[in-house]
């Protein structure tokens, strides 16, 4: 990991090809065809399990999250077990949840979790990546329950499929400064740019690493070849590698959720290290 770490040098980056095409704040061109059997599929989710639980969504969130760092501590300091889920709703606008989220179960299989204030108590779903119904007596999610207070012995019912649709990770648009504020650094326009091209170079090298576990080292290169063309701003950018990736094969977007925090968690893992990017942030 050294490597993506050494500060970089300065300048421009260059202009565009002609014939690049410019949508949503982003410039690119056209990407890599995906190889058979790596088409793009709906991240549309399964049925889930709505569990009534004590307290306000807060608490809920709180409480599922405590539950799964029981499994698996932290892997970094800044790292939650649950974060936010890019997600559309698409079912009855009366059941629409106020929050959602990812994180795993017992067994480490992604589960989404969605949040619902109601009169007396949070209505809190349970999503397991999957389909079919036996998914919700699965032992990974079972011990996940066991764990949540309240949660074994609450009142339960199971929600129909088809309501949730999973996309690209959200990356919070103060992300930048966000980071250099956590980091005890000035938040200037040279200080967000240091920090906003590691945050992009990250999340390539991440997304490649994707690309080359569920196809081939070439088409992991020729989307990283790709993504060198893109211009925008930084979080612009990220945002347009992270749908392509989404857009490359849809299994693997609830595992590309924790990405914007897990770039963050590591380039804030190295503030106090020599010789990295943080040398040129003042």
């Not at 990974?140 to 199971?158: E, F, M, N, Q």
């Not at 956590?182 to 906003?196: F, I, Q, Y």
């Amino acid at each position: 990991m050294r490597g993506l770490f050494r500060r970089r040098s300065g300048g421009a980056a260059p202009a565009a090809p002609a014939g690049v095409a410019a949508t949503a704040g982003v410039v690119g061109v056209s990407a890599p065809v995906a190889p058979a059997g790596q088409r793009s599929r709906p991240g549309l989710m399964g049925s889930g399990l709505l569990v009534a639980l004590p307290g306000t969504p807060s608490d809920a969130i709180a409480a599922v999250e405590a539950a799964m760092e029981t499994f698996r501590p932290r892997q970094y300091p800044e790292l939650p077990r649950l974060v936010p889920a890019g997600w559309r709703w698409v079912g009855a606008d009366a059941d629409r949840p106020a929050e959602v989220w990812v994180g795993a179960d017992r067994d480490n299989t992604p589960v989404v979790v969605t949040v619902r204030p109601a009169e007396r108590h949070t209505e809190v779903g349970f999503y397991p990546w999957g389909s079919g119904d036996d998914r919700l007596q699965s032992a990974g999610l079972t011990a996940l329950l066991a764990k949540v207070p309240g949660a074994a012995d609450a009142p339960s019912r199971v929600a129909p499929g088809g309501t949730i649709v999973l996309g690209p990770p959200p990356i919070p648009g103060d992300l930048l400064e966000g980071m250099l504020r956590a980091a005890g650094r000035a938040v200037t326009p040279s200080n967000v740019d240091v920090v906003g091209q590691m945050f992009v170079t990250q999340v390539k090298v991440k997304a490649s690493q994707f690309i080359q576990n569920s196809a081939t080292q070439a088409s992991a290169l020729a989307f990283l070849d790709r993504w060198a063309l893109l211009r925008g701003g930084h979080l612009d950018v990220a945002r347009g590698v992270l749908a392509e990736l989404c857009a490359w094969d849809a299994t693997v977007i609830p595992y590309t959720q924790d990405i914007p925090l897990r770039m963050r968690a590591i380039m804030l893992q190295v503030i106090d290290t020599p010789g990295t990017f943080w040398d040129d942030v003042t």
